[in-house]
T-cell receptor
Framework: ELKVEQNPLFLSMQEGKNYTIYCNYS?????LYWYRQDPGKSLESLFV?????AVKQEGRLMASLDTKARLSTLHITAAVHDLSATYFC?????????FGAGTRLTVKP | GAVVSQHPSRVICKSGTSVKIECRSL??????MFWYRQFPKQSLMLMAT???????TYEQGVEKDKFLINHASLTLSTLTVTSAHPEDSSFYIC????WGRGTEAFFGQGTRLTVV
């Protein structure tokens, strides 16, 4: 069974700081997704990573995928308050898709 | 990007009644759609995979007789929560696209179900 572990589960940051969220998964897959969820809302797609070594950046967020290590990272650069949300990674394991537990990010002034 | 529309966004129902939630793909055909349930402050749990023209595939532990899924067309899947109870209160989200094809999955707006 595909298992996805995400950490940290809670992250409190000061504005302007950098941090990384980690997503490990248990079986072979080269399809990994990052989503953002605001309270009471559905999921917003951030990144789609489809190959080993894939790196994508959008604004202050950058995601990467290492399929050999079964690890993806979501790096936050110079955090701002608007980034406060819950971030989920999700792994597509060929008809077995699983979400990480989510990282609740709070960015404080 | 593609749009998935889910309706209603909120519903309150009495215990013992049934509630139907619709999920539509607005600008693409979706042979497969997915239904998730999310309890407060938890992650999304896949409930079932909805297949157009055939029976849904349910995840272990999900009662197929309680959560009826119908995928009668390439643009519409419905989830009916039958004989709802307070413990069924949750946030239900559908998605289409992606999964298994390496393309982006699109999510509906979600339905907040409250059973009183």
């Amino acid at each position: 069974e595909l298992k996805v572990e995400q950490n940290p589960l809670f992250l409190s940051m000061q504005e302007g700081k950098n941090y990384t969220i980690y997503c490990n998964y248990s079986t072979t897959s080269d399809r990994l997704y990052w989503y953002r969820q605001d309270p009471g809302k559905s999921l917003e797609s951030l990144f789609v990573l489809l190959s080993n070594g894939a790196v994508k950046q959008e604004g202050r967020l950058m995601a990467s995928l290492d399929t050999k290590a079964r690890l993806s990272t979501l790096h936050i650069t110079a955090a701002v308050h608007d980034l406060s949300a819950t971030y989920f990674c999700a792994v597509d394991g060929n008809n077995d898709m699983r979400f990480g537990a989510g990282t609740r990010l709070t960015v404080k002034p | 990007g593609a749009v998935v529309s889910q309706h209603p966004s909120r519903v309150i129902c009495k215990s013992g009644t049934s509630v139907k939630i619709e999920c539509r793909s607005l600008d693409f055909q979706a042979t497969t759609m997915f239904w998730y349930r999310q309890f407060p402050k938890q992650s999304l749990m896949l409930m079932a995979t909805s297949n157009e023209g055939s029976k849904a595939t349910y995840e272990q532990g999900v009662e197929k007789d309680k959560f009826l899924i119908n995928h009668a067309s390439l643009t519409l899947s419905t989830l009916t929560v039958t004989s709802a109870h307070p413990e069924d209160s949750s946030f239900y989200i559908c998605s289409a696209g992606g999964w298994g094809r390496g393309t982006e999955a699109f999510f509906g707006q979600g339905t907040r179900l409250t059973v009183v």
